[in-house]
C-alpha cells in the first residue's frame, strides 16, 4: 500500500491551494481515506474523511472551507483548500487505516502567509 501526496506550497492568507494524494495497493473505490496535518509545534489532527459511501467528513476549524473528493479513474483522493488562513500551516498527510494497518503519505507543506 503506498500513499503519495503532492501540490503543498507557499500561498497567501486567503487563497487557495488544491493537495492531491495518489493511492495504490488497495481498493480504492471501498476504502475510508483521510486527510491529517501537523501544524509546526503541534501534534498531529485530523482534517477530513473521505469515506468509502461517498460522503466527506471535515473537522470544525476546516468546514465550508475545505472539500475533500476522488477521483476514481485516478486513484487519487484531493483536499481543495479554501480562505486559507495562517493557522493552517502545517504538514499535510494523507491516510489509510484499515485490515491490512495504517499507511501514510510522505507529507506535503502548506505554509499560508499573512
Known amino acids: 500500500v503506498q500513499l503519495q501526496a503532492s501540490g503543498g506550497g507557499l500561498v497567501q492568507a486567503g487563497g487557495s491551494l488544491g493537495l492531491s494524494c495518489k493511492v495504490s495497493g488497495i481498493n480504492f473505490r471501498i476504502v475510508n481515506l483521510d486527510w491529517y496535518r501537523q501544524p509546526p509545534g503541534k501534534q498531529r489532527e485530523l482534517v477530513g474523511t473521505s469515506t468509502s459511501g461517498g460522503t466527506s467528513i471535515y473537522a470544525g476549524s476546516v468546514l465550508g472551507r475545505f472539500t475533500i473528493s476522488r477521483n476514481y479513474a485516478r486513484n487519487t483522493m484531493y483536499l481543495q483548500m479554501n480562505s486559507l488562513e495562517p493557522d493552517d500551516t502545517a504538514m499535510y498527510y494523507c491516510?489509510?487505516?484499515?485490515?491490512?494497518?495504517?499507511?501514510w503519505g510522505q507529507g506535503t507543506l502548506v505554509t499560508v502567509s499573512s
Open positions: 491516510r489509510h487505516e484499515g485490515a491490512r494497518g495504517t499507511f
